[in-house]
């Protein structure tokens, strides 16, 4: 077996990898029923009373077989968060439960007080459902969800193991009690919602959820508050990801909906993770917002690695899980030569399977590593977040060869090993590129010197606070002419109504010559980055300049830097009464394309120390500077380096990304 160290071996979730190597589903009902001790009996009560329906009967060995490792908590946990619960409802009252700053900073002060004098302070046993859960209580829930798959018309088709993994289940997450809710729900929707024929699920969907548009996101504050029960989630109003797509679960499978949770354990260009909700109708997924939005059912659109949200930006994901009931095992945890503490964490959590390829074209990866230890068998891919680099993907090692399955396209990764919680670098940062192909990141000295200007360290996540600037360019036309008069103008391009804070690239298909291009400006704004023309030839035109005159800005911004090639400069300028601006290309040219970047606002801390590194077997420093208003020049930057801009003294939720500089512009991932 897996070798364990002593102090797990008699942990529950121990139990769970153990019983999970059994292969024999006869073995692991076994197994289960012997961890029931002596509420086995209630276990053997359950499989008696479907004797004759054998199709329960299978769904309740799939629940008993399954169940070690699940727990809710003990009573003195609940009757302590009783107490606090109407100490934060009666505080949520007097904000009439709007979250605001002032009410989380309150929420949080009654939770450190009351968790400092009771919550930290009491004995929380876990109590463990196989022990303790009687026979009718699973035989009400088996016969509910048998009914409400039955009723509902877009999931009595689904497959049984959907139905087992997603419609059945009593519980969907360890520390919360198993209660009526879904009896609850059951009662008071099943005649309105999923049963009658001539309507869209989806249209049903958003009806229901709409009904709970008061639960709303906590806005991070009071993260360690336990939420105990379903009706607590739905008492406090406000909570985490995570705990309405519990929420949500417990409501969609009540009515015969297979709904589970989909989640991204740490995102792949900017930091932290994820968790939302999907409906699986006919085997094909629907993932959706668990919070009520205006625009629910967009995840695969924004989260196929390819395009970006208006309203938030770029995603990028190297992973996608959805969590199970049953228990699912990877290769590396049947190892019998692997130690538990040299799994990363991730890969030891057997309640989920793997959906990448529902929402992105995933690829395999083949690395060739070098100077593998003896005692390897196993490395992995990390992508980096929260300021250290984490375990998406592992892959065991074939001579040197590793194919890691299934991975996220424009992302970059890092081959590693794993050490008993350490990282420990096994190759070069690379990028994936969106053709599957890998771009080594090994930062080299070439004879060209390269410089950079940064106004933000904090990539994708920048994309909100700069919403406004994309904006302000947003339908711009652009029109060309053979004389500055553009009496014969012909349309070159138009900016598209979504716009990102990367550079865009518009192709022109016009072959006349042309000297004069006027930009028509639908907000009276200019607010650029970097505007660049392509001639023909595929070469940038250089020779470029506005023809009207505008002045420099307060901070000394002239309007020449968005003409000039460097992507951190860039001019914002305001009211310009004419509503448009004429540029001359200095010659007359057929253009092929034209790029654009949008104003970036400058985005770093006045006063705070910062240093740039690079990435060369670990971080290495190349410089460091304080920030005074201005864009931060670098110089002496090695080609095909993974690069970073941190404060040297770190306060606070950390924010930076790293990047690339490539084709002169930076890319953050």
Avoid at 304 to 322: C, I, P, Q
Wanted: charged letters at 25%; a neutral charge.
């Amino acid at each position: 077996m897996i070798k364990f160290s002593g102090y797990l071996i008699v942990t529950c979730w121990s139990g769970l990898l153990l019983f999970a190597t059994v292969s024999c589903a006869d073995n692991r009902l076994k197994e289960a029923l012997s961890y029931a001790k002596e509420n086995s009996h209630e276990w053997e009560k359950v499989l008696k009373h479907y004797e004759n329906e054998p199709l329960k009967k299978k769904a309740a060995q799939f629940l008993i077989t399954n169940m070690i490792g699940y727990w809710g908590p003990d009573s003195t946990e609940v009757f302590a968060c009783r107490k606090f619960t109407q100490e934060y409802d009666s505080l949520s009252r007097i904000y009439q439960y709007e979250t605001s700053v002032e009410w989380g900073e309150k929420v949080d002060s009654i939770w450190e007080k009351f968790g400092e004098k009771v919550y930290y302070g009491i004995n929380k046993e876990k109590i463990f459902d196989l022990q303790v859960l009687k026979a009718d209580f699973i035989i009400h829930e088996i016969d509910l969800a048998f009914r409400a798959w039955n009723n509902n018309i877009y999931t009595r088709e689904c497959s049984f193991d959907d139905f087992c993994e997603y419609i059945l289940p009593y519980r969907r997450k360890n520390g919360a009690l198993p209660d009526q809710k879904r009896a609850e729900f059951y009662q008071k929707y099943h005649e309105h919602f999923f049963s009658q024929p001539g309507k869209d699920f989806i249209d049903e969907a958003d009806s229901l959820l709409y009904k709970y548009n008061f639960l709303t996101h906590s806005c991070f504050y009071g993260t360690r508050i336990p939420i105990l029960a379903t009706s607590q989630m739905e008492y406090m109003r406000h909570g985490l990801c995570e705990d309405r797509c519990w929420f949500n679960i417990m409501l969609f499978s009540s009515l015969g909906m297979a709904a589970a949770m989909d989640f991204v354990p740490g995102w792949a260009n900017r930091n932290g993770s994820h968790s939302w909700n999907v409906l699986i109708v006919n085997g094909v997924s629907y993932p959706f917002e668990p919070f009520w939005d205006a625009d629910r059912w967009k995840y695969k659109r924004i989260y196929n690695n390819k395009t970006f949200d208006e309203a938030w930006g770029r995603f990028r994901l190297s992973k996608v899980f959805r969590r199970t009931y049953g228990a699912h095992m990877d290769a590396i945890l049947k190892d019998t030569q692997m130690d538990i503490e040299d799994i990363p964490e991730v890969f030891r959590d057997v309640r989920k399977k793997d959906v990448s390829h529902e929402y992105f074209d995933t690829v395999n990866v083949t690395l060739t590593l070098q100077n593998v230890p003896d005692d390897e068998r196993y490395a992995y891919l990390c992508t980096f977040n929260t300021g250290k680099w984490n375990p998406v993907q592992w892959a065991k090692i074939e001579g040197k060869t590793v194919v890691f399955k299934g991975m996220g396209r424009d992302v970059v990764y890092l081959p590693a090993y794993y050490r008993k919680g350490s990282v420990i670098g096994a190759g070069t940062p690379f990028l994936l590129q969106q053709d599957g192909t890998q771009k080594s990141l090994n930062a080299t000295w070439k004879n060209e010197k390269s410089s950079i200007l940064l106004r933000h360290n904090v990539g994708a996540t920048y994309h909100s606070g700069n919403v406004w600037n994309n904006r302000k360019v947003a339908g711009t036309v652009l029109l060309g002419d053979v004389t500055p008069y553009f009496t014969s103008a012909d349309t070159l391009c138009v900016f598209p109504q979504n716009i990102g804070i990367y550079r865009h690239c518009l192709s022109v298909n016009n072959k006349r010559k042309l000297r004069y291009v006027r930009m028509t400006l639908p907000y009276y704004s200019i607010a650029l980055n970097e505007l660049a023309f392509i001639a023909e030839s595929g070469k940038r035109i250089s020779d470029v300049h506005f023809i009207q005159k505008m002045d420099s800005t307060e901070n000394g911004e002239k309007p020449e830097y968005v003409l000039d090639n460097i992507s951190g400069t860039g001019y914002l300028k305001l009211g310009i009464e004419a509503g448009y601006i004429d540029i001359d290309l200095g010659d007359f040219y057929v253009l092929s394309e034209i790029r654009y970047i949008p104003y970036h606002q400058i985005l770093l801390d006045d006063g705070i120390a910062y240093e740039l590194l690079y990435w060369k077997d670990g971080w290495k420093l190349l410089d460091s500077a304080t920030f005074s208003g201005k864009p931060m020049a670098f110089d002496n930057i090695p080609q095909d380096a993974l690069l970073l801009l941190r404060p040297k003294k770190q306060k606070g939720r950390i924010s930076y990304r790293p990047f690339i500089c490539r084709d002169e512009e930076l890319r953050w991932y």
